[in-house]
């Protein structure tokens, strides 16, 4: 098997919403501090030099909007944000088989999903991550040859841009 670079973004939802009497967990829309959160990721991804192939995302309403202004940031078209049940509220178990399940033929993707799972996930790549912030992607990247076996590596690189915070860190070493 060829080794590639393969690139794993890693996003938290933005800000929702506090939640209605009527409206349930997975409805929440973005609050003003998502909306903000939501134009900083698109300007990020829009700034990007690696393009995913593929968005993964929670079917809740802050994940799925967070997911679809990073893919139009991205200038991806709306086919390329799929929903997939194990990001929200998933098991560690359900987002290795997600992960190991990926195309091999896409170099990058990004999975946008909520804390604790997402932030517990990065931690296994690069333990020196905490809390995840809404808003916050992180960004690994891999030497290998495909998705299967990543939970078996350490990222060449990682990078952690923080728009909850403002801020952008620069480049640390996932090692």
């Known amino acids: 098997m060829t080794t590639t670079t393969k690139t794993l973004l890693l996003a938290r939802h933005v800000q929702a919403a506090w939640q209605d009497a009527g409206a349930s967990e997975r409805h929440r829309p973005p609050d003003r501090r998502g909306e903000q959160e939501l134009a900083r990721l698109h300007r990020w991804c829009a700034e ?25 940031g991205f200038g991806l078209p709306g086919g390329a944000v799929v929903v997939d049940e194990r990001l929200y509220h998933g098991s560690a178990h359900g987002l290795t088989t997600l992960l190991e399940g990926l195309d091999d033929a ?13 932030a517990d996930l990065c931690r296994h790549f690069w333990p020196g991550i905490g809390y995840l912030a809404t808003g ?18 350490r ?21």
């Open 48 to 72: 990007r030099l690696v393009l995913p192939r593929r968005i993964v995302s929670s079917p809740a309403t802050q994940a799925l909007e967070t997911a679809r202004a990073m893919a139009h």
């Open 106 to 118: 896409w170099d990058c993707v990004v999975l946008v999903g909520h804390h604790p799972e997402l």
């Open 136 to 153: 916050t992607l992180a960004e690994l990247r891999f030497e290998a040859g495909g998705w299967r076996g990543l939970l078996d590596r």
């Open 155 to 175: 990222p060449s690189l990682g990078l952690l841009h923080a728009p909850a915070a403002g801020v952008r860190a620069g480049e640390r070493s996932a090692a």
